[in-house]
C-alpha cells in the first residue's frame, strides 16, 4: 500500500556506506528521502540511489549550516526530519512521529539523545538534557549561520517528543577525535571572521576550564574512563580551536 503520510526525511553526508542502508531503512514512515552528499569517495551514493523514495544532491561542503538548509530547500513537503546518520530512529521514536503527525501542536519537536560512547551509554558529561530539534515544519525554522554546532532556529511553539534517540557517534578513536579537529577548525573560522584574536588566557585558561567543568562540575567522573577520554578530547579541541585561530593571522597552514 502506498504511503500517504508526507514527510521528507533530509541528511546530510559524507562516507556513509557503512550506515546509509540502516539509515534509510529506518525512514520507512516517510514519503521521500533527501540526501545532500559531500562527494563521498566510498559507495555512500550508489547504496543511497538503489532505494526508490531517495533522491540525492551532490554539493561541495563549505559549512553544515549551509549545507543542512540546502537541503531542507529541496523538501517537497512541509513537514521535515533531520537526523545525522550516526543516530538511531527506533521504531518507538518513528511512530511517535507519525503520530505526531496527525495533529501537530507546534512547528518543531525536541528530542533527548542518549549519547553512546566506546560502546557505553554516556550518562554525564553534560549530556544529561542533550535535546535536539529532529522534526519540524520547514515554513518556519532554518538553521542559523554557525559553521559547525549549527542551532535550527524555530518561529513558533516547540515541544519535546517522548521517546529518545541513541546517538552512536563512536566508530573509532581516530575517527572521533579527526571529527573534534574539524570542528576545531571550522569554530577558528568562526572567530576568525568576528575578528576575535587568541591570547594566552585562550590558550592556557580555557582548555584548563573546559576540562575541570565537564570532568567534574557536570559529573564526567561518573562516565567512568570515558568519561574521562571524552573531556581530555574536548579539552584538547578548544585548545586546537585557538592554535588554529592562530595559525589563521599568521598564514600558515
Not at 185 to 214: T, V
Request: aromatic share 18%; with cysteine; net charge neutral.
Amino acid at each position: 500500500m502506498e504511503n500517504t503520510v508526507k514527510i521528507t526525511a533530509l541528511a546530510i553526508t559524507l562516507n556513509e556506506a557503512h550506515n546509509i542502508e540502516g539509515y534509510i531503512n529506518s525512514l520507512w514512515f516517510a514519503d521521500e528521502i533527501v540526501i545532500v552528499d559531500s562527494f563521498s569517495s566510498d559507495e555512500t551514493v550508489a547504496l543511497a540511489l538503489k532505494h526508490e523514495k531517495v533522491t540525492v544532491y551532490q554539493r561541495v561542503f563549505d559549512n553544515f549550516s549551509a549545507q543542512k538548509n540546502f537541503a531542507i530547500s529541496k523538501a517537497k513537503n512541509d513537514w521535515v526530519t533531520f537526523f545525522d546518520l550516526d543516530e538511531e530512529i527506533t521504531p518507538s521514536l518513528a511512530s511517535e512521529i507519525l503520530e505526531t503527525f496527525k495533529d501537530p501542536s507546534s512547528i518543531a519537536y525536541f528530542v533527548k539523545r542518549d549519547f553512546y560512547f566506546m560502546g557505553k551509554r554516556i550518562k554525564y558529561s553534560g549530556l544529561q538534557n542533550d535535546y535536539i530539534v529532529r522534526f519540524f515544519n520547514k515554513n518556519h525554522c532554518s538553521y542559523n549561520a554557525n559553521l559547525v554546532h549549527e542551532t535550527l532556529e524555530t518561529n513558533g511553539e516547540t515541544e519535546n517528543l517522548k521517546n529518545t534517540l541513541p546517538h552512536h557517534t563512536y566508530k573509532s578513536f581516530d575517527d572521533y577525535t579527526a571529527k573534534m579537529h574539524q570542528y576545531s577548525a571550522l569554530q577558528a573560522e568562526m572567530l576568525y571572521k568576528k575578528g576575535k584574536k587568541p591570547n594566552y588566557y585562550h590558550f592556557l585558561f580555557r582548555p584548563f576550564y573546559r576540562f575541570w567543568n565537564q570532568f567534574i562540575f557536570r559529573l564526567g567522573i561518573l562516565d567512568g574512563k570515558e568519561g574521562f577520554v571524552l573531556a581530555y578530547v574536548s579539552a584538547f579541541s578548544v585548545f586546537k580551536r585557538y592554535v588554529n585561530l592562530w595559525l589563521l593571522y599568521r598564514k600558515i597552514d
